[in-house]
């Protein structure tokens, strides 16, 4: 009934540009937190950013200066700017979404399906 549609993750050179868009269809009263996470094979997933409903901004340590995440609630959508990328920065990409579906409903979280980042030279 929710789904997560991923976008604009590929290849790129170390010190390229990357941005990520996801965007959350289906039926829901409102969406809450948004992010991105991403893992590598071997390694748990890790949080690389988030935004709340009021704007609030969080980064993992690696990407402050680099990645900048947004949202535009009016296309319920989130976008993840990535800059200056490094080889550390390749994993799958994995939006996350925790909304509310219906009024008064606890909320619930939804991934997309994820989208591989891979920095290269």
């Known amino acids: 009934q929710v789904r997560l549609v991923e976008s604009g993750g590929g290849l790129v050179q170390p010190g390229g540009s990357l941005r990520l868009s996801c965007a959350a269809f289906?039926?829901?009263?409102?969406?809450?937190?948004m992010g991105w996470y991403r893992q590598v094979p071997g390694k748990e997933r890790e949080l690389v950013a988030s935004?709340?409903?009021?704007?609030?901004?969080k980064y993992v340590d690696s990407v402050k200066g680099r990645f900048t995440i947004s949202r535009d609630d009016s296309k319920n959508t989130v976008t993840l700017q990535m800059n200056r990328l490094n080889l550390e920065d390749t994993a799958v990409y994995y939006c996350?979404?925790?909304?509310?579906?219906?009024?008064?409903?606890?909320?619930?979280?939804?991934w997309g399906q994820g989208t591989q980042v891979t920095v290269s030279s």
């Open positions: 289906g039926s829901f009263f409102s969406i809450n937190t």
């Open positions: 935004v709340t409903g009021g704007g609030t901004t």
């Open positions: 996350n979404v925790g909304l509310y579906r219906d009024y008064d409903w606890d909320e619930e979280d939804y």
